[in-house]
């Protein structure tokens, strides 16, 4: 059974659970995401929680591919706002910090209460990210990126997409474990250094990921992956975005990072429906 452990408690991963995803940024791709008031805060994470999803991840940093980047100390500003008000109304919920910066993860889980550490550079970017996720004890989530979201767009030579990207995660595993991190989500890295057939080759194969033995995380909510294929735009991408999820539950997805929790929540009841009838 795949479990994580949050806090001394083990968090049951036997069936799919949806994480929601709340940007503190005035920038992030999707603009119906972005909350940056009080309210806004408490409004989001309400909704993510009645909709019926287990982890807010929580971002203060676009990675979109034109978005500027920000300091550590950027980072935290606007974190230091957003996560009292957080922790104030909703004491017992589960966060998890979308960050590369290992001053802005330790900054959350010391000072701040947040659970899981989300890093879309595999610790690429902040050498120190392995080492102190390792100290913090908490579990990391391991995506697969290349350079920087300012530069990723570049970095899509690949001899083999698939066993490339197989290789690097069994790399980063192996490191982890030799630090001591055992709770470790991998993370495909849909939309990151990969061009639209990629990504589309790359979820052909998820499969395939339940080689690794651990979680399996599927975030391609509203991508340009999506939207440039159908010749819409992320606000009209739910419907692909429901498609995709679907797929990716029917071949190993056990958390999905979503902007429309409600959404994603059915299409989970639905395919675990599906799954009593198996032949």
Request: hydrophobic share 40%.
């Amino acid at each position: 059974m795949k479990t994580i452990n949050i806090k001394g408690e083990l968090l049951d991963l036997s069936h799919p659970i949806v994480m929601g995803i709340l940007n503190v940024t005035p920038d992030s791709f999707y603009i119906g995401s972005r909350k940056e008031t009080e309210q806004q805060i408490i409004d989001r994470v309400s909704e993510i929680l009645s909709q019926g999803g287990t982890i807010i991840d929580i971002g203060a940093q676009s990675t979109r591919p034109d978005s500027t980047l920000l300091s550590a100390q950027e980072e935290i500003d606007r974190l230091k706002f957003a996560l009292p008000i957080i922790n104030r109304e909703f004491p017992d919920a589960i966060l998890s910090v979308d960050t590369f910066y290992s001053d802005v993860a330790r900054f959350c889980v010391e000072e701040q209460g947040v659970a899981i550490i989300n890093d879309i550079s595999g610790g690429e970017i902040d050498k120190m990210m392995f080492p102190v996720v390792a100290k913090l004890n908490v579990p990391y989530i391991l995506m697969h990126m290349r350079g920087t979201p300012q530069t990723m767009r570049d970095l899509t030579n690949y001899n083999n997409l698939v066993q490339d990207i197989f290789y690097y995660f069994s790399k980063k595993v192996a490191e982890l474990h030799q630090l001591g991190v055992n709770d470790i989500i991998i993370d495909p890295g849909f939309g990151f250094s990969k061009t639209i057939d990629q990504n589309y080759e790359l979820m052909a194969a998820l499969r395939g990921f339940s080689v690794f033995e651990l979680p399996l995380l599927v975030g391609i909510s509203r991508k340009k992956m999506i939207a440039n294929l159908l010749g819409t735009s992320p606000i009209d991408s739910l419907n692909g975005t429901t498609v995709l999820n679907t797929f990716a539950l029917q071949n190993g997805a056990d958390i999905l990072r979503v902007h429309d929790v409600k959404e994603a929540m059915e299409t989970i009841k639905i395919v675990r429906k599906l799954e009593e009838y198996k032949f």
